[in-house]
Every structure is written in C-alpha cells, then in structure tokens.
T-cell receptor, first 114, second 119 residues
Framework: DAGVTQSPTHLIKTRGQQVTLRCSPK?????VSWYQQALGQGPQFIFQYYEEEERQRGNFPDRFSGHQFPNYSSELNVNALLLGDSALYLC?????????????FGPGTRLTVT | AQTVTQSQPEMSVQEAETVTLSCTYDTSESDYYLFWYKQPPSRQMILVIRQEAYKQQNATENRFSVNFQKAAKSFSLKISDSQLGDAAMYFC????????????????FGKGITLSVRP
C-alpha cells in the first residue's frame, strides 16, 4: 500500500518565478492538505482540497493556489516567488470516512528560492 | 483561533531513560483532538500518539504515553526507555473535532522540540 508521495524532492527557483509541486494521496484517501514548514519551525496550514474544491485556507496570499484532480492527487502552485517562500512543503492526505481523520504526511518537497 | 505552544526548543535524554516533552494549547472549544508527531531528519512526519479531548483516559502507545490535563490545557508526551531512534523533532498539534466542522479540518502545530538521545 503506497503512502503519500510528493514530487519533486528538491527544487531550486529564482525570485519571481513560478513553481508547481505535486502530491499523490495514500490509497483510499480523498482529501489533501498542504503545509509550509520553514526551517526550524512547525508546519503552517496552507489549504485543503476535497472533491476538487478548496475547502479551507490558511493565512497565505493568493500567490498560493492549488488544484485537486479526479484521482484525488493535488498540485500546489506558487507564483511570483519570494525569498521567504523557501521552505519544506508537506502534503498530507486523509479520508472523510475516518472519524479520527488521521492525516498521513508525505516526505515533502524542499523549495529553495534564490 | 487556536494556538499551540512548545516552549522547550531542545531536550536531551540518556538512552534507556525517560523524558517528558511539554505542550500547552489555547482553545475555546470543548471537543478536539491533540496529536504528537515525530519528524526525523528524513523529514517524514509520523504520528506518534493521539488524544481525544472528551476521553479522560490518557492515551498510550507502547513506550509513548501522554499526560492530558484538559482544564490546564496541557498535553505532555512521555517517552519511556528512550532509544537512539527516538532522536527527532517532535511537534504537538491540535485539530478541531471532526463533528464540529462537518468537514476535514486543519492541524495547528507548535514550533517543535528537538530531542537528542545520548548513547
């Protein structure tokens, strides 16, 4: 049973560029959440997708957008990259059928903006 | 808004000894979940233990147990018989009760604590 997968593992971009990160949820999961984790900090919630719609959003600017596909996989897009966007981006999947709603995390994508 | 505070940035424990990691939180809700996650250098966030606020009994998972004090809004993690593989960053996290939101809910994390284990 494959867990949550993310691609790419590492990414280096220049200020002002755009980036797309990808996530495939654990088998049987229908919800994907994205988190940003700055170095030495706890993860911060960006947004969550269910049934191809954004259901919840954290305190992040509109430069951060996402998408969920019919197969439940998801993308995180960041436009007009800033140096402060350098972080580990974590994807977590879960299922509405699980009352405890345990979130399973992927290994993350390390984004460096220069 | 809910907040989670982990005031100890680093802790160290001798192998085979016991260590307690502290966490406090603030919420106006009465029903919620609390979690401890482990993040080793490999970066994969792993769930260690979960506590439901309406359950008075403290959760236990093998060598890991919690001390949940709802009135004090305190949620500490005790690791017994510490092993070298326990070395990692540990995060305390809060989630609103699934029943309240009627939808999936975000996790609110503390800043984490780095645990080192001395051989």
């Amino acid at each position: 049973d494959a867990g949550v997968t993310q691609s790419p593992t590492h990414l280096i971009k220049t200020r002002g560029q755009q980036v797309t990160l990808r996530c495939s949820p654990k088998s049987g999961h229908d919800t994907v959440s994205w988190y940003q984790q700055a170095l030495g900090q706890g993860p911060q919630f960006i947004f969550q997708y269910y049934e191809e719609e954004e259901r919840q959003r954290g305190n992040f600017p509109d430069r951060f957008s996402g998408h969920q596909f019919p197969n439940y996989s998801s993308e995180l897009n960041v436009n007009a990259l800033l140096l402060g966007d350098s972080a580990l981006y974590l994807c977590a999947s879960s299922s509405l059928r699980d009352r405890a709603y345990e979130q399973y995390f992927g290994p993350g994508t390390r984004l460096t903006v220069t | 808004a809910q907040t989670v505070t982990q005031s100890q940035p680093e802790m160290s424990v001798q192998e085979a000894e016991t260590v307690t990691l502290s966490c406090t939180y603030d919420t106006s809700e009465s029903d919620y979940y609390l979690f401890w996650y482990k993040q080793p250098p490999s970066r994969q966030m792993i769930l260690v233990i979960r506590q439901e606020a309406y359950k008075q009994q403290n959760a236990t998972e093998n060598r890991f147990s919690v001390n949940f004090q709802k009135a004090a809004k305190s949620f500490s993690l005790k690791i017994s018989d510490s092993q070298l593989g326990d070395a990692a960053m540990y995060f305390c996290a809060y989630r609103t009760s699934f029943l309240h939101t009627g939808a999936n809910s975000k996790l609110t994390f503390g800043k984490g604590i780095t645990l080192s284990v001395r051989p």
